[in-house]
């Protein structure tokens, strides 16, 4: 179990990766948490998460973000940025999550 699951955070991530690519890609980055693929982009519509012609050969993408959803489905917390390589670290979420008991 790790840090975040034990305060009661889930990992999900969304991509708009097919389901194999997102599999293959758990597979070789050890992932273990919950990935689904959104090829579509129909979540990442809603969410207004799309990155228009950021992909490959202008392909749309979803634009990095990270969010914390209480057990109601109400978002209390949102981390946004235009750039690929910039996430929230675990220990940013982890503080976050603290202060939303």
């Known amino acids: 179990m790790t840090k975040l699951e034990e305060v009661g955070i889930r990992p999900v991530a969304i991509s708009v990766d097919s389901p194999e690519e997102s599999r293959d890609l758990c597979r070789k980055a050890g992932y273990t948490f919950t990935f689904l693929s ?17 992909g490959i050969n202008g392909q749309d993408i979803a634009r990095p973000a990270e969010f914390l959803v209480d057990s109601s489905g109400t978002v209390r917390w949102v981390n946004l940025t235009e750039n690929y390589w910039v996430r929230a670290r675990p220990e940013q979420i982890l503080e976050v999550a603290k202060t939303l008991r």
């Open 38 to 54: 959104d090829p579509k982009s129909e979540v990442i519509r809603r969410y207004d998460l799309v990155h228009a012609g950021a």
